[in-house]
């Protein structure tokens, strides 16, 4: 019988899968007034499977904490896990040379409704999307972050996308029109996890932009299939549920 998961353990889970997986070993640095003290010493430096470990302590204990994954030429390198009681200084940016891939918050302020972002999935799973996910985004820190996923395993909920000012952002973000690629090749440029997408059989991608009142974008949804799978017609169906739903998903993408 599976273990059912505290909720602290299932937000560590992603933490943990991507220490383990890349063998990332962990720093842990503390709030000291306005700045942050890091433990530079190698010896206190946490091994990857000790990492949720340690963690799950501090936040029984009653921490907050703000955790993130980075990376080195895009290879996961680092595990840094920010604790604090109260008041915490800014999190800092990561290094020059360093990305950030993915990070978590605890206690997680943000709880969206998912009635809306389930209903949508089912709906756009009866006209043939086979991976469906939600994110939000955040121009401040240039990610996207995700709020609903149909795939935890491959794409959990929080995880995270870097936004660049590409191509794609210049469509989907500025002038809020849908991206859409009925071939890998049509969107191996802008996705840097197209490796993964292809791994799993899926070769098309539509993003519909969640366009609020003021014109801004708050969110997008983001569909996968088989190639070929984003005809004329389909698109316009789909377009059509995300319209349905518009300020429902402006709503819960606004918080």
């Keep these: 019988m599976a273990k059912t998961l505290t909720p602290i353990e299932a937000f560590l889970a992603t933490l943990s899968r991507l220490a383990v997986k890349h063998d990332c070993d962990g720093q842990v640095i503390w709030a000291d007034g306005p700045d942050w003290r890091a433990q530079d010493d190698e010896a206190e430096m946490l091994d990857p499977?000790?990492?949720?470990?340690?963690?799950?302590?501090?936040?029984?204990?009653?921490?907050?904490?703000?955790?993130?994954?980075?990376?080195?030429?895009?290879?996961?390198?680092?595990?840094?896990?920010?604790?604090?009681?109260?008041?915490?200084?800014?999190?800092?940016?990561?290094?020059?040379?360093?990305?950030?891939?993915?990070?978590?918050?605890?206690?997680?302020?943000?709880?969206?409704?998912?009635?809306?972002?389930?209903?949508?999935?089912?709906?756009?799973?009866?006209?043939?999307?086979?991976?469906?996910?939600?994110?939000?985004?955040?121009?401040?820190?240039?990610?996207?972050?995700?709020?609903?996923?149909?795939?935890?395993?491959?794409?959990?909920?929080?995880?995270?996308?870097?936004?660049?000012?590409?191509?794609?952002?210049?469509?989907?973000?500025?002038?809020?029109?849908?991206?859409?690629?009925?071939?890998?090749?049509?969107?191996?440029?802008?996705?840097?996890d197209h490796a993964l997408i292809t791994s799993m059989g899926l070769g098309s991608a539509a993003n519909l932009p969640v366009i609020a009142g003021d014109g801004s974008v708050p969110g997008s949804i983001n569909l996968l299939a088989e190639p070929g799978h984003f005809t004329a017609d389909r698109l316009k169906a789909y377009q059509a549920l995300v319209d349905r739903d518009r300020a429902a998903l402006v709503a819960e993408l606004s918080v």
């Design 49 to 192: 499977d000790e990492i949720a470990f340690y963690a799950e302590g501090m936040l029984i204990e009653g921490l907050h904490l703000h955790w993130q994954i980075l990376a080195e030429n895009d290879t996961p390198v680092l595990a840094r896990l920010f604790f604090w009681h109260k008041d915490p200084p800014p999190i800092p940016a990561p290094e020059p040379g360093l990305a950030l891939v993915a990070e978590g918050h605890w206690p997680q302020h943000w709880a969206p409704d998912m009635t809306v972002f389930a209903t949508l999935h089912a709906d756009c799973a009866d006209l043939g999307t086979i991976l469906f996910t939600v994110t939000r985004n955040d121009f401040t820190a240039m990610l996207a972050r995700r709020a609903y996923t149909s795939h935890p395993q491959e794409y959990p909920a929080q995880g995270t996308k870097p936004l660049s000012r590409d191509a794609w952002f210049d469509l989907c973000i500025t002038r809020a029109q849908p991206f859409v690629a009925n071939t890998p090749a049509a969107f191996r440029e802008y996705f840097f």
